[in-house]
T-cell receptor, first 111, second 114 residues
């Protein structure tokens, strides 16, 4: 079936640098794309979402970019901090209101 | 902070036992979800509910069943647990309208079937 997936399973970034986490999707019918952060031992936490008719959306230290031509989604984290260490999932909000998650990327922060 | 609670946090049980995983939320959310997650893997949707007396299967086939008799309560039941059911089960809820994309998750139940 259609799904959302990620390019890389692990990303290591120097503290203070910017992080870019990528996601490819196959379902063009979704209304929204969403990023979640999951810390060890916890449930995922909503970070930011973007409507399918937008290209970019900014939040606090985070930016989500959507390229519908190549079906690609990315999450940019500015000035990465130790507290950003987690697994990041992209997800899609389908028109039947199901929220489907892709494979996660683990973000490691190097001191 | 989300007001959604799952119990138990950890459960170790023998094959063939009947189990119920509890999930409750105090936010008055209509939508509730159950996801199954293996270590280091994505979350798979196994059940969801749009409101009281509404339950539907998710994308991942599951032998578990759910019920939604009250808005705040969405328990998941396995009639006969097997080792293949060993996994983490995460419950979530969301509000209506534009808030529907923002899921609030519980801390999960780690189930081990021996």
């Amino acid at each position: 079936g259609e799904s959302v997936g990620l390019h890389l399973p692990t990303l290591s970034v120097q503290e203070g640098d910017n992080s870019i986490i990528n996601c490819a999707y196959s379902n063009s019918a979704s209304d929204y794309f969403i990023w979640y952060k999951q810390e060890s031992g916890k449930g995922p936490q909503f970070i930011i979402d973007i409507r399918s008719n937008m290209d970019k959306r900014q939040g606090q230290r985070v930016t989500v970019l959507l390229n519908k031509t190549v079906k690609h989604l990315s999450l940019q984290i500015a000035a990465t901090q130790p507290g950003d260490s987690a697994v990041y999932f992209c997800a899609e909000n389908r028109r039947d209101d199901k929220i489907i998650f892709g494979k996660g990327t683990r973000l490691h922060i190097l001191p | 902070e989300a007001d959604i609670y799952q119990t138990p946090r950890y459960l170790v049980i023998g094959t063939g036992k009947k189990i119920t995983l509890e999930c409750s939320q105090t936010m008055g959310h209509d939508k509730m979800y159950w996801y199954q997650q293996d270590p280091g893997m994505e979350l798979h949707l196994i059940h969801y509910s749009y409101g009281v007396n509404s339950t539907e299967k998710g994308d991942l086939s599951s032998e578990s069943t759910v019920s939604r008799i009250r808005t705040e309560h969405f328990p998941l039941t396995l009639e006969s647990a097997r080792p293949s059911h060993t996994s983490q089960y995460l419950c979530a809820s969301s509000g209506g309208g534009t808030g529907g994309r923002k899921l609030f998750f519980g801390s999960g139940t780690q189930l081990s079937v021996l």
